[in-house]
């Protein structure tokens, strides 16, 4: 049996590249994007009664980590919470490497601007291809009893410093773009980007495009990022 799937939409986020997208959904409330619906659903008909919502499912692929022609299916995965060592049925993740390139984020709905959903607490990379957007229902999609013992709090956050010359960078841009760039830095490195299994070492500079800046920074400490740089591309 074959399934074929088309894009209802199109995200437009901040992030440029897979490196420092937050992990999970919402837990960078500064990550705000536009969700563009295309054709035959770019209508006021497919978005009626979506005012009343607060929150929205987004069905996604992972357009950059499609399975190649002859890949052997994935039956375990290393999960970057757990280090990027251990492995665990692919069932029990939610790793971009698997059946169908298939994800989901819960985002907040903040407005709807024609046939755009703006949202906040986006976790995807910019120009993903959205199949599928399902309003939230609290009383069936939040579980008081429900639990996770792979995952049972959010992971611990690292110390964000800034250089004073980068903080006003930031600032700047944040005015210019009338995004806060300062928030969205913060949030997403205080997550601690590099994956888990990698030492800090103090005197190597990571770097990251967000919009069209070039993020850089350090680890003058192990539990600690100070950000050097928010330049222009």
């Not at 169908?100 to 709905?109: H, T, Y």
């Not at 964000?160 to 944040?174: G, R, Y």
């Not at 760039?181 to 770097?207: F, N």
């Amino acid at each position: 049996m074959t399934i074929e799937l088309q894009p209802v939409a199109i995200a437009h986020s901040p992030f440029k590249e897979k490196f420092a997208i937050p992990r999970q959904p919402l837990l960078a409330p500064a990550a705000k994007g536009r969700i563009e619906l295309l054709s035959p659903y770019d209508q006021p008909e497919a978005l009626q009664g979506l005012e009343q919502v607060s929150h929205v499912w987004l069905v996604f692929q992972f357009h950059q980590a499609l399975p190649r022609n002859g890949d052997k299916p994935s039956l375990r995965v290393r999960p970057p919470r757990l280090g990027g060592n251990k492995k665990i049925g692919v069932f029990a993740s939610r790793s971009t490497h698997r059946p169908n390139s298939l994800g989901q984020s819960l985002v907040k709905l903040e407005a709807i601007e024609g046939s755009c959903l703006l949202v906040s607490g986006l976790d995807l990379l910019d120009a993903t291809p959205i199949v599928d957007i399902k309003p939230y229902v609290p009383y069936a999609d939040s579980l008081p009893e429900a639990f996770n013992h792979i995952a049972e709090q959010a992971p611990p956050t690292l110390q964000v410093d800034w250089a004073p010359e980068a903080l006003e960078q930031a600032l700047l841009h944040t005015q210019r773009l009338g995004d806060d760039v300062q928030g969205l830095i913060q949030q997403c490195l205080q997550q601690d980007p590099k994956p888990a299994y990698q030492a800090p070492v103090s005197e190597r500079q990571y770097g990251v495009q967000l919009w069209d800046l070039n993020v850089k920074w350090h680890y003058p400490e192990a539990d600690v990022i100070r950000v050097l740089a928010v330049e222009p591309v």
